[in-house]
């Protein structure tokens, strides 16, 4: 009985082994993971984009051919079109729902308005305000000075973590949770998390300064990046009021800006040395480079993830042919190996069982 019980075990651990190594197989392949789309600019110099809804889709920023930033929408990878933004010399885009209305913050005059857009029109929140992010319900966060809730015509300032004197709210799922940062009376900033119950409860870091909150998905995990004690900044997750740190890919700083309700995340690290970021994915308790999932001389290289929806699709930031460009990724429906890395894999998995035979023969 205790020979069968090793084998069945055996057999368990092994067939958890081969589901790793199709994994990293399929991971290997690179090509068959993400197809890209250039979402293209406004006639300017540059292009990025921020967030993305359910329906795929896309808002950001562009420059001009005058060099102004201009907010935008893209949908299902199409052509940018651009928002409207009275009078304002700038304009950006930070914030999308499930019904297309957006969100984000023009500049008159050099006076920061935080403006909504939606089907009926263009809403001016007014000068001094800021509009980072809204829900499904059309509830809107922003800053004024202090983070402030948005919603039914009627501004909610969320106040001050203890001893602040600014803050600003970034992100609200749709149960009404916001996520923001402020300082406290030291100066340093910290995140935080505000409900309707709770009031506002302040993020920690990993040993240094100072941390950001970013984004909330729907049960309520937040992301951002906090600071360690030797002064670089990591994303990481809290989940229940439980950080962890989710690395970087090669050392340096990381920053995360996007999740969705499956739990993966995305943004942006630097090695110490780096010129420049690498976009990345956390998922299932690990950091990949997204320029690994892309296909082998695409033209691309991914420098920042912004934004990603229920059904992983990614937009963000990079360099296309060394031109700066906003990209939109689309998951492959079939992620498998490549033929060439079939042989290799075979050959593993027969190793692997003749070792596990030989083991349990033996005992």
Known sequence: MARTSRVILGLQFDMRIIGLLFTFAA?????TIYS?????????????AYAINGAGTVVGWAATATGADQAFSSVNGG??????????????????NDSGAAVGTSYVNGQAHGLIWNGSGTTDLGAGTYATGINNAGAVVGSNGEAFLYANGVFENLGTLAGGDWSSAYGINNSGT???YGTLASGVCRGFIWT??????????????DSYANAVDGAGD????????NGYENAFVDIGGVMTDLGTLAGGNSFAYGINDSGSIVGYSWSPTGDSPDAFLYSNGAMVDLNSLIAAGS???LLEAYGINDSDEIVGSGLFDGRPESFLLTPDADPIPEPSAVPALAALLVLLVALRCRRLGSR
């Open 27 to 31: 991971l290997a392949a690179g090509n």
């Open 36 to 48: 890209i789309t250039n979402l293209g600019g406004l006639g300017g110099s540059s292009s990025t």
């Open 79 to 96: 052509a940018p079109q651009k928002f409207s933004a009275p009078a304002a010399s700038d304009s950006y885009a930070y914030g999308v």
């Open 178 to 180: 916001v996520v923001g």
């Open 196 to 209: 309707a119950s709770g009031g506002m409860t302040e993020i920690g870091t990993f040993g240094g300064a």
């Open 222 to 229: 937040v992301i951002g990046e906090a600071s360690l004690a």
């Open 299 to 301: 033209g691309w290289q």
